[in-house]
């Protein structure tokens, strides 16, 4: 079964907004979280990621907010850009140089 | 642009035929990873390589499909005898043994008809 699972496949938010994306995942071993990012037709690439022994990650606009108790975690996107418009992907993992176990992805719109 | 290196980017098979896809990883990256992106857009393991030596595979790849990651040549992933499902997109990504980040390859579209 998928072992990461994201909820709202398609968000649309007005430029300047506040975006909160989440993922829920079953591996209690996870120790390490991130979401990418994929632009139509390119790979995805790192956005953010944190790991296990901290609950939040800031990164300008992006921050990552991790809830092991509650085996979930989430990407808040604050003053929305037209160029934040793009697939989120959530994924999770263990140790280092180990796979990643992705989520189905979240299409966010941002409008201007 | 990516720097890990996929080819070909789009293949086209008949089922029953082999398919063979290659992957180039990033310079200095030890362990290679292959993902399918099925239509429904599922991210799915394959097999993933920390030099020539397999770390994790599931079992679909150990039936039908082969990979591998010889010294100083592109790594290469074959399915064997291509059925309708596997058409998907294959997505090569590279990392350092001492991190997470993958870095993902355009990928290689498949096609079987």
Known sequence: ?112 | NSKVIQTPRYLVKGQGQKAKMRCIPEKGHPVVFWYQQNKNNEFKFLINFQNQEVLQQIDMTEKRFSAECPSNSPCSLEIQSSEAGDSALYLCASSLSTGNTLYFGEGSRLIVV
């Open chain 1, 1 to 112: 079964g998928q072992q990461v699972k994201q909820s709202s496949p398609s968000l649309t938010v007005q430029e300047g907004g506040i975006l909160i994306l989440n993922c829920d995942y079953e591996n209690d071993m996870f120790d390490y979280f991130a979401w990418y990012k994929k632009y139509p037709d390119n790979s995805p690439t790192l956005l953010i990621s944190v790991r296990s022994n901290v609950d939040k990650r800031e990164d300008g606009r992006f921050t990552v907010f991790l809830n092991k108790s509650g085996k979930h975690f989430s990407l808040h996107i604050t003053a929305s850009q037209p160029e934040d418009t793009a697939v989120y992907l959530c994924a999770a993992g263990v140790g280092t140089g180990s796979k990643l176990s992705f989520g189905k992805g979240a299409k966010l719109t941002v409008s201007p």
